[in-house]
């Protein structure tokens, strides 16, 4: 089984929808490019930004595919595979794997409230019924419970096919303590925009997160300058990082303000699917003097 480089700024990027609601195909593969040109280290369809609980499964295995096909092997291509059931992630992760996705990101299973041993038996079954490599992913705020660093410390430890975590618990305590039990052996990525740079001063690999869809040189730049141990730099970065993630991801509806930053500076992001809705007038007033003030400073 090949290994991918998980070290680097990856974007869980958006799906464009027209605006009768359907995939528009032409727009995703101009967005790949400019994902690329902002020199990020790899494109992550399906995952939250990019709808995919809006989304059936057969537009979710061609949007894995059009991305496969539009990257062209210059950069890996993970698939989010989470559902709610194991049933349903195993086909959505053998569908990944069936197009060339490189590996698969697997949310922990929502909606219900389920124990870390059932976390555990969901994990496992995947796991042992696919070949692709799995990063686990934890996202507490959408799917009301967190994984425990003990979990992920043993599943990491049973299964060689495991190769990172995305952690947007944004609890600096939680992912130090998972560099601290599984670092050396997986990629620990932050999946908040507020704490890349402390997460990567822990001895984080990188970060996957949704700012990285509107400004992917700011993000990768934050990266390549903690790299090269220019930290002044990094901290001047993680700040406008910061703010720009105050307002896309916090202050208004996600999904609908990233969409909107991007048609804003000219590419085809299009609408949020429903039940999401685009912004109001007065709320793009607003990402558009962030925009400006963003690029001023």
Same mark, same amino acid.
């Given at each position: 089984?090949?290994?991918?480089?998980?070290?680097?700024?990856?974007?869980?990027?958006?799906?464009?929808?027209?605006?009768?609601?359907?995939?528009?195909?032409?727009?995703?593969?101009?967005?790949?490019?400019?994902?690329?040109?902002?020199?990020?280290?790899?494109?992550?369809?399906?995952?939250?930004?990019?709808?995919?609980?809006?989304?059936?499964?057969?537009?979710?295995?061609?949007?894995?595919?059009?991305?496969?096909?539009?990257?062209?092997?210059?950069?890996?291509?993970?698939?989010?595979?989470?559902?709610?059931?194991?049933? #349903?992630? =195993?086909? $959505?992760?053998?569908?990944?794997?069936? *197009?060339? @996705?490189?590996? /698969?990101? &697997? !949310?922990? +299973?929502?909606?219900?409230?389920?124990?870390?041993?059932?976390?555990?038996?969901?994990?496992?079954?995947?796991?042992?019924?696919?070949?692709?490599?799995?990063?686990?992913?934890?996202?507490?705020?959408?799917?009301?419970?967190?994984?425990?660093?003990?979990?992920?410390?043993?599943?990491?430890?049973?299964?060689?096919?495991?190769?990172?975590?995305?952690?947007?618990?944004?609890?600096?305590?939680?992912?130090? #303590?998972? =560099?601290? $039990?599984?670092?050396?052996?997986?990629? *620990?990525? @932050?999946?908040? /925009?507020? &704490? !890349?740079? +402390?997460?990567?001063?822990?001895?984080?690999?990188?970060?996957?997160?949704?700012?990285?869809?509107?400004?992917?040189?700011?993000?990768?730049?934050?990266?390549?300058?903690?790299?090269?141990?220019?930290?002044?730099?990094?901290?001047?970065?993680?700040?406008?990082?910061?703010?720009?993630?105050?307002?896309?991801?916090?202050?208004?509806?996600?999904?609908?303000?990233?969409?909107?930053?991007?048609?804003?500076?000219?590419?085809?992001?299009?609408?949020?699917?429903?039940?999401?809705?685009?912004?109001?007038?007065?709320?793009?007033?607003?990402?558009?003097?962030?925009?400006?003030?963003?690029?001023?400073?």
């Amino acid at each position: 089984m090949p290994k991918i480089n998980l070290e680097g700024i990856f974007v869980p990027h958006i799906t464009p929808f027209d605006g009768k609601g359907e995939v528009d195909w032409e727009a995703l593969r101009d967005l790949v490019e400019f994902w690329i040109k902002g020199e990020l280290a790899g494109l992550i369809p399906c995952g939250s930004n990019g709808e995919a609980p809006h989304l059936l499964r057969e537009e979710r295995k061609r949007v894995i595919e059009i991305v496969v096909d539009a990257a062209n092997g210059r950069v890996p291509v993970i698939a989010g595979t989470g559902a709610i059931s194991t049933k #349903e992630t =195993i086909q $959505l992760t053998r569908d990944a794997e069936d *197009v060339g @996705a490189d590996a /698969a990101l &697997v !949310v922990t +299973p929502f909606y219900f409230k389920y124990s870390m041993k059932e976390f555990y038996a969901h994990y496992s079954a995947v796991i042992e019924a696919v070949d692709i490599p799995i990063i686990l992913y934890n996202v507490p705020k959408f799917t009301g419970l967190s994984m425990q660093p003990e979990l992920v410390h043993k599943l990491v430890n049973e299964y060689s096919n495991i190769i990172g975590i995305k952690d947007s618990s944004g609890s600096l305590s939680q992912i130090s #303590e998972l =560099i601290r $039990l599984v670092g050396e052996k997986i990629a *620990v990525l @932050a999946g908040t /925009a507020d &704490v !890349v740079l +402390p997460t990567l001063m822990l001895g984080g690999r990188g970060a996957v997160i949704a700012v990285a869809n509107v400004d992917p040189k700011l993000c990768s730049s934050l990266y390549k300058a903690f790299k090269n141990g220019k930290f002044e730099e990094a901290v001047k970065l993680q700040r406008k990082i910061s703010y720009l993630n105050e307002v896309l991801v916090k202050r208004y509806s996600q999904l609908s303000a990233i969409k909107e930053a991007l048609n804003l500076k000219g590419l085809p992001a299009g609408y949020p699917r429903k039940p999401a809705l685009p912004l109001e007038n007065p709320e793009k007033e607003k990402i558009k003097e962030l925009l400006s003030e963003i690029e001023s400073c």
